[in-house]
């Protein structure tokens, strides 16, 4: 499991953050959502294999569309108005001692 910011905005892999999915949303539209995103992805791969660009870029667009609605793409889906650090290196973020701490203690 990847530790999770404590706003619950962001996911840390490998040193950078990654947008999680929006906390407001109900767990069945979550859930429609996720399995929008896991379909579009099957079809990618069937693209791939396909060598079908039309096809791989119309999976691509579902993706993405699905991701949004998730929220872990597109505009932020907090209302604070804190900006979005979604890719960036945490340690060069607000984030960053939040981070050292959560490291510093799983060395020990």
Known sequence: MHPTTPDGRYFVVKGQLWRCTNLSLSERERQRLVHDVMDARRDVKRAKR??????????????????????????????????????????LTPYADWYKVLDATKDH
């Open 50 to 91: 396909a060598d079908d660009s039309s096809m791989l870029n119309s999976a691509h667009s579902r993706v993405n569309v699905a991701k949004e609605g998730l929220g872990e793409r597109g505009g932020v889906w907090w209302d604070d108005g804190s900006p979005d650090y979604n890719r960036c290196r945490v340690e």
